[in-house]
């Protein structure tokens, strides 16, 4: 079956860090895989998204690259501020029981210090 | 940014009792709407699909019986817990998607289920 591994955490940075958060997945075909982020007391919201290899997703000063021959797509993110402290989550979406259902790693809680 | 909202934010239950949670799509029509499930420190795993006006996807090892959703209008879906157990007890999270969108779905908050 389809399924996603980041990396555990928290993750704790000092502000204006290189961050590097890892995601692999396991799937069959070719899947989107996008990043989520979760801020305290929200809902997620759609962070990035590549659709085929390769294709490199950016927002905010974040990246992630669709990587098909290590199947990983890693976040990334040259300077971090204190404001990108959240949970984030990576994900893939399969044509499944439901067509745009998607597939979720744990999430990874990033903290960022001043 | 489109916002979906979730009634209630928490909400603790008695064993064998039912509880209603909603799901609203508060600036668009949401012609498609999911529900998850996420356990502490687990992943967020899809429950099952709704799309306006016919009967809920549920995903292999979903009970259909158990987990009713309904998806009467283009704003509003909800979920109903039957009968419910403590090991039921989880975050329960909607996400909505408008026909227009290939990819982005909108996420509700969230809702706490606590049974005892």
């Known amino acids: 079956g389809n399924s996603v591994t980041q990396m555990e955490g928290p993750v704790t940075l000092s502000e204006e860090a290189f961050l590097t958060i890892n995601c692999t997945y396991t799937?069959?075909?070719?899947?989107?895989l996008f990043w989520y982020v979760q801020y305290p007391g929200e809902g997620l919201q759609l962070l990035l998204k590549?659709?085929?290899?390769?294709d490199k997703g950016s927002n905010k000063g974040f990246e992630a690259t669709y990587r098909k021959e290590t199947t990983s797509f890693h976040l990334e993110k040259g300077s971090v501020q204190v404001s990108d402290s959240a949970v984030y989550f990576c994900?893939?979406?399969?044509?499944?029981?439901?067509?745009?259902?998607?597939?979720f790693g744990k999430g990874t809680h990033l903290i960022i210090q001043p | 940014g489109a916002v979906v909202s979730q009634h209630p934010s928490w909400v603790i239950c008695k064993s064998g009792t039912s509880v209603k949670i909603e799901c609203r799509s508060l600036?668009?029509?949401?012609?498609?709407m999911f529900w998850y499930r996420q356990f502490p420190k687990q992943s967020l795993m899809l429950m099952a699909t709704?799309?306006?006006?016919?009967?809920?996807?549920?995903e292999q090892g979903v009970e259909k019986d158990k987990f009713l959703i309904n998806h009467a209008s283009l704003t509003l879906s909800t979920l109903t817990v039957t009968s419910a157990h403590p090991e039921d007890s989880s975050f329960y999270i909607c996400?909505?998607?408008?026909?227009?969108?290939?990819?982005?779905?909108?996420f509700g908050p969230g809702t706490r289920l606590t049974v005892t």
């Open positions: 590549a659709t085929k290899a390769d």
């Open positions: 709704s799309n306006e006006g016919s009967k809920a996807t549920y």
């Open positions: 994900a893939l979406r399969y044509s499944g029981g439901g067509a745009d259902g998607l597939t």
């Open positions: 600036d668009f029509q949401a012609t498609t």
């Open positions: 996400s909505a998607k408008e026909a227009r969108e290939a990819y982005e779905q909108y």
């Open positions: 799937a069959t075909g070719y899947p989107s």
